[in-house]
């Protein structure tokens, strides 16, 4: 099962008498979600009675309408490790749901005993506590008013989620502000009704897996503060405003994200729903920028010959990002941009641990000389803590990537140490911390990792793997659709006269987009006829860049440009470059065109130098400047002045850049033996073996 058709968010109340009959704060709210773009449903309820009720009823309609739900509720599921264990005898939370059901009385006005619950609970633990607060009328020895009276209840005083979340109340507070405790202990035995009510199709999450008709959640509302704020309408109940803005963000998450929230956290304590997704919550599908200027191509009056920089840098200014966002899971994020910048979720490493096999001890009771330390039971592996503390003097042996116990600073190498069964000796001094990696010495929790706009790499998800990322937001892949144009070409394979060639230019252009990680769209071989162009020009519209090859120019036959001219907004641009004759820019209906040379050496320049880092910016990669580099020329040439040239090139094994043997602008075998390109400026210009010239390899255009 995946996805879920319902998604019901309920704000708690712990109050004691029924809320004012005119919706007021601090009482129950449900907003109900049915769709992403739906606008959720608001209820208000004046008793946790009434409200029950309500659930019910509802989630009986949505499975007898085959429709899945999610119900999250704005309290904590668990408490602190070891409380279920204390009250009931077992670690499951759901048994403690039951426990708490059978306890506690809820009438249908609100009046409660947990008070006396809480009471009853604190008489089970040694010491004063862990519950506390409460008003006059109920005080009494055993629940204390004031936190700090409580003492030696052993209780942790947070869950582990909450130590994440400093903000977030603890579960022991009943009363007053922030009175988490209260809404726990009435409202636990209310979820413990759904499941009665609801049987196997419930089921709680992460206690269970989420693979049920319904499944209930914990959530926290101000998770999503700012966009909250942002987005609370005038007059709205700060609740009902939470409610309704985290159903819609939880309805907008990719199903694989959100299902994969709903695993994730402490199996006894439980957890958060989406805590550390707060950028992945907060995406909305709403952020697809507007589209670009028609005008956007256009050249000063006047201009003749643009330089490459020049062209470049008119590119850069006048194109920017038009896709939207989305979430991926890790797996699938490599090639694609990062849509926000993004901070590591734990450190690396998370504890200290060890960085060799050998043995670990406190080096406080070492010194210089030989050193004998008596050896103590048991180890420490990696996943495979040991537990205890080690006494000072002894060793323990420890294994690469294990926790460090406590009692442990310092490991010596197992190579290093005469070993028997109840000893090992070594040579000291050996240096405080050896042989050992500080937590977060690698990455510390909150460190920023990669930039906005970054393209994402394999190493890069090793990265994101070790600091907590499961599913991250990304920009939406580009749509590029690409057109080959002309009377002469054949798709390859296909039989042809001898006056017809190949496509060559489509799929060297599909190739290429793909490797920058754009979404091809194939819109085929047309013949030169304007109609058929104008068709596919149009249905290229529906992307969101177009590249078309051939008739770029201004002859009898080059209907790209006659077409762009007369219907579109055409900018011929002359770039002073060799080879590449006009960059036909335009806009067809919105969406920008790249008319490339229809020349295969000619197109993959003009591609490669302006269609690249133009389609990045746009595909939210910011702006892409290829690798330069000045290495010595392992060839002979006299350049004339006026145009920037590019000349396919590689490497020679001693390092030096050769050239391909014809310059020849139909010559595609010189682009396939070619590594790279060499870039040489304007001006006149003669190289001789050894003269410095600029080399740009293929790898530095990420193919
Ligand atoms: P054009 O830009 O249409 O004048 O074409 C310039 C040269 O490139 C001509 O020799 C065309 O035959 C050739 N050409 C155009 N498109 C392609 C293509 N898709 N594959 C291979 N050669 C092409
Ligand atoms: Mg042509």
Redo the contacts with the bound molecule.
């Keep these: 099962m995946n996805g879920f058709d319902t998604i019901i968010v309920v704000d708690w109340s712990a109050r004691s008498a029924p809320s004012p009959a005119k919706p007021a704060r601090d009482a129950i709210f449900i907003a109900t979600s049915r769709g992403p773009d739906t606008e959720p449903e608001i209820t208000y309820h004046r008793t946790r009675d009434a409200a029950t009720t309500a659930l019910i009823t509802l989630l009986q309609a949505e499975c007898a309408a085959g429709r899945r739900s999610l119900a999250g509720f704005d309290f904590p599921f668990g408490y602190p490790s070891g409380f279920a264990r204390a009250v009931t005898g077992s670690d499951d939370p759901l048994i403690l749901w039951q426990a708490l059901a059978d306890h506690i009385k809820d009438a249908p006005d609100n009046r409660n005993n947990r008070f006396a619950v809480a009471t009853e609970l604190n008489n089970l633990f040694p010491g004063l506590g862990p519950f506390w607060g409460c008003p006059p009328a109920h005080a009494n020895p055993d629940l204390p008013a004031r936190g700090s009276l409580r003492h030696g209840h052993g209780q942790a005083e947070r869950r582990e989620v909450e130590r994440r979340l400093p903000r977030a109340q603890p579960c022991w507070k009943l009363f007053t502000t922030g009175s988490v405790g209260s809404q726990v202990l009435l409202g636990l035995p209310r979820l413990q009704q759904l499941r009665r009510h609801f049987g196997a199709a419930l089921s709680v999450s992460p206690f269970q897996p989420p693979d049920t008709p319904i499944v209930l959640a914990e959530i926290y509302p101000s998770l999503l503060a700012s966009q909250v704020k942002a987005a609370r309408r005038e007059n709205e109940i700060l609740d009902a405003a939470q409610v309704r803005v985290l159903a819609t963000a939880l309805h907008r998450l990719p199903p694989a994200a959100l299902a994969h929230m709903l695993t994730e956290g402490d199996a006894e304590e439980g957890w958060i729903l989406g805590l550390g997704h707060e950028e992945v919550l907060d995406a909305g599908p709403d952020l697809i920028p507007p589209p670009l200027q028609n005008d956007c191509f256009a050249l000063p009056p006047g201009v003749d010959w643009t330089p490459v920089p020049t062209a470049l840098s008119r590119l850069r200014a006048t194109l920017r990002p038009v896709v939207g966002q989305e979430i991926v899971p890790l797996a699938r994020a490599n090639t694609r941009r990062l849509a926000t910048e993004l901070h590591a979720k734990r450190a690396n490493p998370p504890r200290p641990n060890s960085a060799v096999d050998g043995f670990g001890f406190a080096h406080a009771a070492t010194g210089s000389g030989p050193q004998v330390l008596r050896l103590a039971q048991g180890r420490a592996a990696a996943g495979i803590p040991f537990k205890g503390t080690l006494p000072k003097g002894q060793a323990l042996r420890i294994l690469t990537g294990a926790s460090l116990p406590d009692g442990v600073d310092t490991v010596v190498l197992e190579e290093d140490c005469t070993i028997t069964d109840t000893a090992i000796a070594f040579h000291g001094p050996v240096k405080p911390g050896s042989n050992t990696r500080k937590a977060g010495e690698d990455v510390a929790e909150g460190q920023q990792l990669v930039p906005k706009s970054h393209r994402l790499r394999p190493p890069d998800l090793a990265l994101l793997a070790a600091t907590g990322h499961a599913s991250i937001p990304v920009f939406q892949r580009l749509k590029v659709a690409v057109i080959?144009?002309?009377d002469?070409?054949r798709e390859a394979g296909d039989r042809a006269t001898a006056d017809q060639?190949?496509?060559?230019?489509?799929p060297m252009l599909a190739g290429l987009l793909q490797a920058w990680g754009h979404e091809v769209i194939d819109l085929g071989?047309l013949p030169?006829d304007p109609a058929r162009i104008r068709a596919a020009l149009t249905e290229g519209a529906q992307a969101d860049a177009i590249l078309t090859?051939?008739?770029?120019?201004s002859?009898d036959?080059?209907h790209?440009s006659k077409l762009l001219g007369s219907e579109g907004q055409l900018s011929s641009w002359r770039i002073a470059l060799k080879p590449g004759?006009p960059l036909a820019l335009a806009m067809w209906q919105g969406t920008p065109v790249f008319g490339l040379?229809?020349?295969?050496v000619?197109?993959l320049v003009c591609t490669l130098i302006f269609a690249r880092p133009a389609l990045d910016l746009m595909a939210g990669g910011g702006w892409t400047d290829p690798l330069r580099l000045r290495l010595p020329a392992g060839f002979t040439k006299s350049k004339k002045p006026g145009r920037a040239e590019y000349l396919r090139a590689r490497l020679t094994p001693d390092g030096q850049v050769e050239t391909f043997k014809s310059e020849g602008?139909?010559r595609?075998s010189g682009l396939s033996w070619a590594e790279g390109l060499v870039e040489l400026p304007p001006e006149a210009m003669t190289i001789t073996p050894g003269t410095p010239v600029t080399y740009l390899p293929y790898a530095g255009f990420g193919l």
């Design positions: 080959s144009t002309g002469e070409l060639i190949y496509d060559a230019n489509r071989r030169d090859s051939g008739g770029a120019s002859g036959e080059d790209i004759r040379p229809g020349n295969p000619a197109a602008s139909g595609i």
